[in-house]
């Protein structure tokens, strides 16, 4: 479909002269967190690292890249690695980090240390203030830079982009629109051809904001299709409907959480660092793919604690707060909420969304169901007779899908108009993707059918039992990313695991030796309230409903380490009498 262009009055100062003054504007808002710890609560982080303990994946392997704006009146661009956050640092059982090693492609002369990219630098790969603390190849430019000499968005003689061969590019930085509204196409269009062919994951920051006075999107870079722009969880940030290049679509497309988070640049490292860290494990595969890893993020991502969000956003600068209730939502024609995007970064449920693999979808009525967790990837370009291609998902009797939430991913397509001259000159096309969701009587469930947006969302609660048919539509000559997660639940919960009427040792010796399990887990293998996976909260529910009780087998949030054979013997032994004891008295009734 064609893609409308809004028209506005131009600036007149020169893009450099710009670019000072808004780092300078998010640096004025910018602070350290106040509790690492807590940010890594609110995205999971401290959840997924227990669970996976020295298989936790730190980003290693690949370049990644981080574009900086100069603060006002100087070079300053640079991030300052030579503290503790950026060194080899090891504990007694995982690698925290590895020595940082930066190359400047800028080639900007006197590039000072700038705060504000040392503090994006360490939340986007730092030891402590990361989730990638082994993502230590990084390739730095400078803003201005990277505009002329990267994308080349203003030359004459229509030279073509740069390839960027990252996997993860960070821009927490801010750039309103340049000379002309050309200018700004141009340098939109390179910007997404950029990270079509390279399949690169871009994240962009929104502006932070104070009043819905200056609450529209300034930051050009956020107007693009391809990559993956940024807010605050606090919702202090840019809201609204892109306008440049493809007018209608809600950004930011997630955020995160505001606990440590003052500034959307390091809300937006975070964002990168979570890439980073997913890139690791899905090297080698379609999950890598630009479109399947931005589905990944926001298919991950929570809406729960929006559910009584009140926005204090003010209307003007000083002036009363609105005090507005307004929590997420979506409508079959607008995927993504206004303020919240797909709502809030969560990693542990993007890293089981990638270890659910792979379900190929099919052109012909589905045999067979996709896991409760997965992602898909399709490449039909060259192919113009492709139908619905459809995946069935199955919530097994007696339980409740207590979330569903599918994102469909796609790109814009940037070709050029003078290859054969060997220079560059892009115009864009998007397809319409569409998203409906079937039971198994083939009534429609929901759908998600944007034809502005090239993403799509379906999001479900408290879905009953059965068989559903999900449907993705419009994919002919075009190749696109799928992503979900199923979080179900048993109706009651049952720590009976051979159901022999009875929690006694053998429930617990089920129990500890599928312990660890993350997905896939069943009844019989130890979980205990239907959601897939054997974790300490079964263990709790072992030591809630043996009878008698008894003291309880391990303290929760303990339950990472198998007991060692001794202990294991005496906490069976516990059990084992426990269940005798319930035996004899049983005889004597």
């Keep these: 479909m064609a893609l409308g262009l809004t028209k506005r009055s131009r600036r007149t100062a020169t893009p450099h002269s710009r670019y000072g003054v808004f780092i300078a504007m998010a640096l004025a808002t910018f602070a350290p967190s106040a509790s690492a710890q807590t940010w890594q609560e609110s995205i999971d982080y401290i959840k997924l690292k227990s669970r996976l303990g020295s298989s936790l994946p730190i980003g290693s392997g690949g370049i990644i890249s981080l574009v900086e704006g100069s603060t006002s009146g100087s070079n300053a661009s640079y991030p300052n690695v030579t503290g503790g956050e950026f060194k080899a640092k090891f504990d007694p059982t995982l690698p925290v980090g590895v020595a940082v090693s930066l190359t400047d492609s800028s080639g900007v002369a006197g590039n000072g240390i700038s705060n504000h990219a040392t503090g994006v630098a360490t939340q986007f790969f730092g030891n402590t203030g990361s989730t990638a603390p082994g993502a230590n190849v990084v390739v730095h430019y400078e803003a201005g830079n990277w505009l002329q000499n990267v994308l080349r968005y203003a030359t004459t003689t229509f030279a073509p982009p740069v390839p960027q061969s990252f996997r993860v590019q960070n821009h927490s930085w801010i750039v309103p629109e340049l000379d002309t509204l050309a200018q700004d196409l141009s340098a939109l269009r390179r910007f997404d051809y950029l990270i079509e062919t390279g399949e690169m994951t871009a994240v962009v920051g929104v502006n932070n904001a104070n009043d819905l006075a200056h609450a529209t999107h300034p930051h050009l870079l956020v107007h693009s299709y391809n990559g993956i722009s940024v807010g605050r969880s606090d919702g202090y940030h840019s809201r609204g409907a892109t306008a440049i290049y493809g007018s209608g679509r809600l950004k930011p497309d997630i955020v995160a959480p505001r606990e440590a988070l003052v500034s959307t640049s390091r809300a937006t490292a975070t964002v990168s660092s979570a890439a980073a860290m997913l890139h690791q494990v899905v090297a080698g595969t379609d999950a890598a793919k630009s479109e399947t890893m931005k589905a990944l993020l926001l298919a991950g991502a929570t809406k729960q604690e ?4 009140i926005d204090t956003m003010p209307l003007t600068n000083g002036g009363p707060l609105r005090n507005v209730l307004n929590p997420w939502d979506r409508t079959p024609t607008r995927p993504l909420d206004d303020l919240f ?10 890293y089981l969304i990638q270890l ?23 490449d039909h370009k060259g192919d113009t007779a492709v139908g619905d291609v459809s995946y069935n998902f199955a919530i097994p009797s007696g339980s409740t899908a207590q979330e569903l939430s599918i994102i469909l991913a796609w790109n814009v397509k940037i070709d050029d108009l003078l290859p054969a001259a060997g220079q560059f000159d892009p115009v864009e096309s998007l397809q319409n993707l569409d998203l409906r969701l079937y039971d198994s009587n083939d009534n429609l469930v929901d759908e998600s059918i944007s034809t502005v947006d090239n993403v799509e969302h379906i999001y479900q609660t408290n879905l009953g039992p059965g068989t559903y048919t999900l449907k993705v539509s419009g994919a002919a000559d075009w190749d696109f990313g799928l992503a979900w997660r199923t979080t179900t639940a048993f109706d009651q919960i049952s720590a009976d695991f051979n159901e022999d009427g009875v929690v006694d040792g053998s429930d617990y010796l089920t129990w500890q030796r599928n312990f660890g399990t993350l997905l896939g887990a069943t009844h019989a293998q130890g979980d205990s309230d239907g959601d897939g996976d054997v974790d300490d909260i079964d263990l709790q529910n072992v ?3 043996v009878l008698p009780p008894v003291a309880p087998l391990l303290a929760a949030g303990s339950a990472l380490a198998i007991p060692e054979p001794t202990t294991l013997a005496l906490a069976t032994g516990s059990l084992l009498m426990a269940a005798h ?6 005889r004597r009734g």
């Design 306 to 309: 929006f559910a009584g969000f």
């Design 341 to 350: 995007g797909a709502g809030e970064l969560n990693v542990y449920n993007s």
């Design 356 to 378: 659910g693999g792979q379900h190929a979808g099919s052109q012909a009525p589905p045999t067979t169901t996709a896991g409760s967790y997965g992602w898909d990837y399709q």
């Design 543 to 545: 030591n809630n409903h």
């Design 581 to 586: 004891l319930a035996w004899r008295r049983r």
